[in-house]
T-cell receptor, first 109, second 115 residues
Framework: KQEVTQIPAALSVPEGENLVLNCSFT??????LQWFRQDPGKGLTSLLL?????REQTSGRLNASLDKSSGRSTLYIAASQPGDSATYLC????????FGAGTRLTVKP | DTGVSQDPRHKITKRGQNVTFRCDPI?????LYWYRQTLGQGPEFLTY????????KSRLLSDRFSAERPKGSFSTLEIQRTEQGDSAMYLC?????????????FGQGTRLTVV
C-alpha cells in the first residue's frame, strides 16, 4: 500500500525567504506526482504535475523535483509572499491517487 | 467549461438521515475520484471511476456509502444512516487519462455536518 509523508507538517517563514517542502512515498512504481495548494475551507488547486520520466517542473516561483528511485519529491518556493500562505499537498498516482497530510505554510509580512 | 462542480457546497443533516452529493467533472474527463478530508488531514481516497466503471473502493467506505457514475458523466455519492463521524469535506476530482498523463483537477468540495 502506498504511503505518502510530508515534512514538515507546518512551517512559518518571513516574507522573501526561499523554502523547500518535502514529500516522500514508499512505492516508486508511480505514473506521476502532483503538487496542490489548498486554502482553508476550499478545494485543491493544481500547482505542478511531474511525470515519472521527468526530474523537475517549473512554474513561476515554484520548482518541483522528483527522484522516483528514492521515493522523494521537493517543492521549492522562491521569494515567498504572504499570499503563498496555504497548505501544500503532494499526491502520487498510478491507478488511483494518494495524498500526504500536507505542509501548512505561513509567510509573515 | 468552468472546472469540476460539486453540489451542494454545504449540507447539515441529522444523524440517521441519508444524504446525496453530486459531482460534475470537466467535460470529456474519463476518470473521476471521490475523497474525504477531515480538519488538518490530507484527502483520504474513497473510490474512483474510469468512465462508468467503479474500479476501486477503499475499505474506508462502509456499506453505508455508495457511489455511481451513470453513463460516465456526473457522479453521485450517497451516505445512508449518517453518523457524526461522517462529518467531513467530501472532494471530487476528475482527470483525462491519456497514457500516464493524469493531471487531476478538484472541485470546491461539499462540507457535511452531521448533528
Amino acid at each position: 500500500k502506498q504511503e505518502v509523508t510530508q515534512i514538515p507538517a507546518a512551517l512559518s517563514v518571513p516574507e522573501g525567504e526561499n523554502l523547500v517542502l518535502n514529500c516522500s512515498f514508499t512505492d516508486s512504481a508511480i505514473y506521476n506526482l502532483q503538487w496542490f495548494r489548498q486554502d482553508p475551507g476550499k478545494g485543491l488547486t493544481s500547482l505542478l504535475l511531474i511525470q515519472s520520466s521527468q526530474r523537475e517542473q517549473t512554474s513561476g516561483r515554484l520548482n518541483a523535483s522528483l527522484d522516483k528511485s528514492s521515493g522523494r519529491s521537493t517543492l521549492y518556493i522562491a521569494a515567498s509572499q504572504p499570499g503563498d500562505s496555504a497548505t501544500y499537498l503532494c499526491a502520487v498516482s498510478r491507478l488511483d491517487m494518494r495524498f500526504g497530510a500536507g505542509t501548512r505554510l505561513t509567510v509573515k509580512p | 467549461d468552468t472546472g469540476v462542480s460539486q453540489d451542494p457546497r454545504h449540507k447539515i443533516t441529522k444523524r440517521g438521515q441519508n444524504v446525496t452529493f453530486r459531482c460534475d467533472p470537466i467535460s470529456e474527463h474519463n476518470r473521476l475520484y471521490w475523497y474525504r478530508q477531515t480538519l488538518g488531514q490530507g484527502p483520504e481516497f474513497l473510490t474512483y471511476f474510469q468512465n462508468e466503471a467503479q474500479l476501486e473502493k477503499s475499505r474506508l467506505l462502509s456499506d453505508r456509502f455508495s457511489a455511481e457514475r451513470p453513463k460516465g458523466s456526473f457522479s453521485t455519492l450517497e451516505i445512508q444512516r449518517t453518523e457524526q463521524g461522517d462529518s467531513a469535506m467530501y472532494l471530487c476530482a476528475s482527470s483525462l487519462v491519456a497514457g500516464r498523463d493524469t493531471e487531476a483537477f478538484f472541485g470546491q468540495g461539499t462540507r457535511l455536518t452531521v448533528v
